[in-house]
Structures are given as C-alpha cells and as structure tokens.
C-alpha cells in the first residue's frame, strides 16, 4: 500500500501567517487521486480540496493545493482562528485508498 | 442535500461480530459512486476499511479481507458492516462516507464510537 508523510505533525501559527503542510508519498500518485481534509474536534472529516488543487464546496479561497508525483503541499495563505484543526492528506491511486497521520494545526 | 448516519451498538464484545447501517438520504447509492466504511482509531489514524459500489460489487482493505462484509438493502437506501471476530484494536470510531476517486470522500457520516470490550 502507499504510504503517506506528513510533515510537521504539529504546528502552531499566528493569525495572518501563511502555513504550508506537506504530503509525501512513498510511491508516485497521479495528481487526480490526492485529497486533503481538515477534521476539527468532534466532528467528521471534511474535503478540503480534491484532485490536489481544486477547493470543495464552500472552502475560502486562502486554502490552495500543489504537487505531483511523490510530493503534495497544502497552504494557508493567512491564517485564521477557524482554520485550527488536524489536516490530512489521502490518496486514491491504489487500493487501499490511504490517509497521512495529520497535521494539527493550533493557534499561537 | 446528501446526507449519511450510521447506527450500530456502541458496545461490543471480543470475539463477537460488529454490525453498523449506513442510512442514505438525498441520494440513491444504486445511481453512482462508492458507499465506504473507514474508522478511525484512538489517536485519529484514519483506516478505509471497504466499499460496496453503485452496482453492488465490493472491495476491501487487504488487512481485514477474512473478517470484513459490506452488503446493502437498496429498497432502504442502507449498506451495512460487518466486522467479525472483533478484539480491543477494533475500538474506533466508525465512519460511512460516499467516494469518486477522482473527488475524495465528499460527502461523511457525523460518526458513531464503537468500543470493543468484555
């Protein structure tokens, strides 16, 4: 199965401070099949963006996706209070489709 | 609005079997897509567990190929999950969620705590 890494694991940011959370994969995806989520506490887990760079429904435009290949990066353009939560990374190239660890994102 | 709830028991016992619906409003899961299990466990690791398809074919996760069954009842707009042979490392909260490859998990259940325990 891929293996997704996410770095960091943890972060703590500043209102307005850009935030890039990376994604790497341990075998080469197509960028059709790499999706990021954002989960807050309690709650289930949201599509953030599909298809490495499209925004969901309903997502600000602050959020952005990139990548190809074996590397993916999701980016705050500017931080808000909001925005705290854990983000995941997920591909669906291969069966079992796979999720990265996280990245929990706090407030500074 | 497509809509998903699970239900089952919260409690279950080792050794027994764990059985979750899936209801489905706004939607009809023989029109399209890919109906999902995936949990997540103490800690928040996420694991898809299997799906059963618009036109009722399935696919599972390797690591749980000889314990795991996905059905459905189309006259109810419900699949299902069955989990045999449960131990304390099936303990986790229980998603069902519709998928495309192409578009992600879009659309989630608000979850249900399934606790493995004598």
């Known amino acids: 199965e891929i293996v997704l890494t996410q770095s960091p694991t943890t972060m703590a940011a500043s209102p307005g401070e850009k935030i890039t959370i990376t994604c790497s994969a341990s075998?080469?995806?197509?960028?059709?099949?790499l999706h990021w989520y954002q989960q807050k506490p309690g709650f289930s887990p949201k599509l953030l963006i599909y298809?490495?760079?499209n925004l969901a429904s309903g997502v600000p435009a602050r959020f952005s996706g990139s990548g190809s290949g074996t590397s993916y990066s999701l980016t705050i353009g500017t931080m808000e209070a909001e925005d705290v939560a854990t983000y995941y990374c997920q591909q669906g190239s291969s069966i079992p489709p796979t999720f990265g660890a996280g990245t929990k994102l706090e407030l500074k | 609005d497509v809509q998903l709830q699970e239900s089952g028991p919260g409690l279950v016992k080792p050794s027994q079997s764990l059985s979750l619906t899936c209801s489905v409003t706004g939607y009809s899961i023989t029109s399209g897509y890919y109906w999902n299990w995936i949990r997540q466990f103490p800690g928040n690791k996420l694991e898809w567990m299997g799906y059963i398809s618009y036109d009722g074919s399935n696919n599972y996760n390797p690591s749980l190929k000889n314990r795991i069954s996905i059905t459905r009842d189309t006259s109810k707009n419900q699949f299902f999950l069955k989990l045999n042979s449960v131990t304390t490392e099936d303990t986790a909260t229980y998603y069902c969620?519709?998928?495309?490859?192409?578009?992600?998990?879009?659309?989630w259940g608000q979850g249900t705590l399934v606790t493995v325990s004598a």
């Open positions: 969620a519709r998928a495309d490859s192409h578009e992600g998990f879009a659309y």
């Open positions: 075998s080469s995806i197509s960028s059709n099949y």
């Open positions: 298809r490495t760079s």
